[in-house]
């Protein structure tokens, strides 16, 4: 009986205890600590990056004076240039009425301005460089690819003709701008200034869209830089929603492969460059009529990616809900157009479909101090680089659509580059360097196309 006793009260315990338990276990919420955040992410923004407004990014490719029948380039690291450029975009402006017919550059007087940019500038952009007293400009152009400024006819003011290619249309505004300082600071000026010629037969255009060259030799310099690199793991962090999620491979190439599923990430051999492609982007109706140079820049801005100088150089709407952006790389005011040889790598990309950043393909490097000059570099006048290009059998004048110094970049060694300055053309839609630097001349025919490119 006693032992009956003993098992009963043993029983009812396990019960309870066991209810204990399940009770416990129904209501147990588990107490971990919170991780330390700063260990396990990326900063927000880009170390060394920063960010700029839109007038630091949306600069002119040349400033060309015109007097009478002659032209004179401003030089890009005068003070003249500077002081010239940030005086236009000061003025107060409004809309004038665009007689019917007229010619650009206008035939007013002797003595303009024209100030070309390197791609169609958005005319919303545009507006937003003037400093003006008055809310908003309303100006019925798509995009301007060229300012001619020039005196007003009845009066010490000046005219503004903003052209658009893509439009073929012109559109003039009045501006506060002094006739007489401006003539005193820049029109006087012109002995300073370097000599230039046309290269274009535009006799009967009404928009012409004149292609200008030094007529003198320039002399430059090759310069080397410090160039240390990006860390590869903030884009992990800015690109991937998870990145503990990313898989990595590499090929055989030396190219390395990060990917989520659905975005990749490829980066160079050397980790010097990359390519971000997002390949289901969701398209948000309500956001795509942003421009994508607005989006674009927004975008860059958001991490602080701009990490030395860049200017908007080029920008394309693909389809209606698909469009890109390019930003070159500038150096002493000189754009650098190519990277041991090839194009596009030198310029930050953005591409969106819908509102949705969809590619982002940019140098994983910056330029930092200058570390030597080495030595001076001569190349030659505009006409005698052109003189070697009309002897060639295939080439044609009206495919050329831009032609310039700038500069090839080169990686000396781990952490180094090297610039140095050549003459390109960009012909038919690509651009090609003309020629070394002790000025011989290039060959595009279709036997060296390959090389060029």
């Given at each position: 009986m006693r032992y009956e006793q003993v098992k009963n009260w043993i029983l009812i315990g396990l019960v309870a205890l066991s209810l204990v338990l399940t009770w416990e276990l129904w209501t147990f919420q588990p107490d971990f600590d919170s991780p330390d955040r700063d260990n396990l992410t990326t900063p927000d923004t880009l170390v060394g990056g920063r960010s700029l407004s839109i007038q630091d990014v949306i600069a002119a490719e040349a400033l060309v004076v015109h007097d009478g029948d002659d032209y004179y380039m401003i030089p890009a690291d005068s003070e003249s240039y500077r002081d010239t450029y940030q005086r236009i975009f000061r003025s107060n402006i409004e809309v004038e009425m665009t007689p019917i017919g007229d010619p650009f550059p206008s035939e007013q007087g002797e003595q303009g301005l024209e100030v070309i940019f390197p791609t169609a500038i958005p005319t919303n952009v545009l507006m937003?460089?003037?400093?003006?007293?008055?809310?908003?400009?309303?100006?019925?152009?798509?995009?301007?690819?060229?300012i001619y400024i020039y005196q007003n006819p009845n009066g010490a003011n000046m005219f503004m003709q903003l052209f658009s290619e893509i439009d073929q249309d012109m559109v003039v505004l009045r501006s506060n701008l002094d006739y007489h300082m401006f003539s005193q600071n820049v029109f006087n000026q012109v002995e300073d200034f370097i000599p230039a010629v046309g290269v274009r037969e535009l006799m009967d255009e009404q928009f012409k869209e004149q292609l200008y060259v030094p007529s003198e030799p320039y002399v430059g310099k090759k310069l080397s830089y410090t160039a240390p690199s990006i860390d590869i793991d903030f884009f992990h962090q800015l690109l991937f929603p998870v990145p503990s999620s990313i898989s990595e491979s590499r090929q055989a190439n030396g190219e390395r492969f990060y990917t989520d599923g659905s975005r990749i990430l490829t980066t160079s051999s050397n980790e010097d460059f990359m390519d971000f492609d997002f390949r289901y982007p969701v398209i948000s109706e309500d956001v795509t009529s942003r421009h994508i140079v607005d989006s674009s820049f927004d975008y860059i801005n958001g991490h602080n990616g701009w990490t030395n100088s860049y200017y908007l150089s080029d920008w394309s709407l693909l389809t209606e809900t698909e469009a890109k952006a390019k930003y070159r790389l500038q150096l002493e005011n000189l754009p650098v157009i190519m990277y041991e040889g090839q194009d596009n790598l030198m310029n930050i990309q953005v591409s969106r479909v819908g509102g949705q950043t969809s590619r982002y393909i940019r140098p994983l490097f910056s330029i930092e101090s200058l570390s030597f000059e080495t030595n001076t570099?001569?190349?030659?006048?505009?006409?005698?680089?052109?003189?070697?290009?009309?002897?060639q059998e295939f080439f044609e004048l009206d495919k050329v659509e831009k032609m310039l110094i700038g500069y090839e970049m080169e990686s000396s060694s781990i952490s180094y580059v090297t610039i140095e300055p050549h003459w390109f053309i960009k012909y038919e839609g690509s651009w090609k360097k003309l020629g070394d630097s002790d000025g011989e001349r290039a060959d595009t025919t279709g036997e060296n196309r390959d090389e060029l490119e």
């Open positions: 937003r460089l003037f400093i003006n007293e008055e809310d908003e400009i309303m100006v019925p152009l798509t995009a301007v690819n060229r570099v001569q190349l030659p006048s505009g006409p005698e680089m052109l003189e070697g290009l009309l002897e």
